[in-house]
């Protein structure tokens, strides 16, 4: 199994100010990687996928990079609306096991 | 607009079963891998099980295989999670979700993702 790591677990950011969350995986995932976005008593919603490109609707303050096992996940300017659970979810493997990352927190500083 | 409805959760004892539904609308539901995703209270996303367009494939995480069964009826647009032999562990908010595009293949990352059911596994 591929284990997906996130760091940090809680990042306290002020509004404006840039954010960068990082990703690591056990093993590599070439490309195949991707962002969701959590609020509180909502689903998750696709932000990046194959690392670096943004979902329909995503707003360019959201940026992704990464390859092989380092990825990163970097919000230029933080909104209120960013505030929120990041993950993480890698897909490089058959049969399908998909593996998520733990979370990071995106909270206001 | 493209939706995903989930239903059927609830509270079970230990070692019960349970039905998860969701319904799709707003695409062709036939031409898309769906999956099952949970997350326990205050805890992160985990994996439960994918289906393919066909229904031809199925697969899950090692933790529920054997005690849950994901199938779909295309001519309903609908998808299911069957779950037997409930734990505690299971406890969890269900999503259903698509794969983000309808490609023969897995893509492997998913949108969108229904809004969610709560199953509760407790005595």
């Known amino acids: 199994e591929i284990v997906m790591t996130q760091s940090p677990a809680t990042l306290s950011v002020s509004p404006g100010e840039r954010a960068t969350l990082s990703c690591r995986a056990s093993q590599s995932v070439s490309s195949n990687l991707a962002w969701y976005q959590q609020k509180p008593g909502q689903a998750p919603r696709l932000l990046i996928y194959?690392?670096?490109i943004r979902a329909t609707g995503i707003s360019a303050r959201f940026s992704g990079s990464g390859s092989g096992t380092e990825f990163t996940l970097t919000i230029s300017s933080l909104q209120s609306e960013d505030f929120a659970v990041y993950y993480c979810q890698q897909y490089n493997n058959w049969p399908p096991a998909l593996t998520f990352g733990g979370g990071t927190k995106v909270e206001i500083k | 607009e493209v939706q995903l409805v989930e239903s059927g959760g609830g509270l079970v004892q230990p070692g019960g079963s349970l039905r998860l539904s969701c319904a799709a609308s707003g695409f062709t539901f036939s031409n898309y891998w769906m999956t099952w995703v949970r997350q326990a209270p205050g805890k992160g996303l985990e994996w439960v099980a994918i289906i393919k367009q066909d229904g031809s494939e199925n697969y899950y995480v090692d933790s529920v295989k054997g005690r849950f069964t994901i199938s779909r009826d295309n001519a309903k647009n609908s998808l299911y999670l069957q779950m037997n032999s409930l734990r505690a562990e299971d406890t969890a908010v269900y999503y259903c979700?698509?794969?983000?595009?309808?490609?023969?293949?897995?893509?492997?990352?998913?949108?969108?993702w229904g809004q969610g059911t709560l199953v509760t596994v407790s005595s």
């Open positions: 979700a698509r794969d983000q595009a309808s490609r023969i293949y897995l893509i492997g990352w998913f949108d969108p």
């Open positions: 194959r690392a670096s």
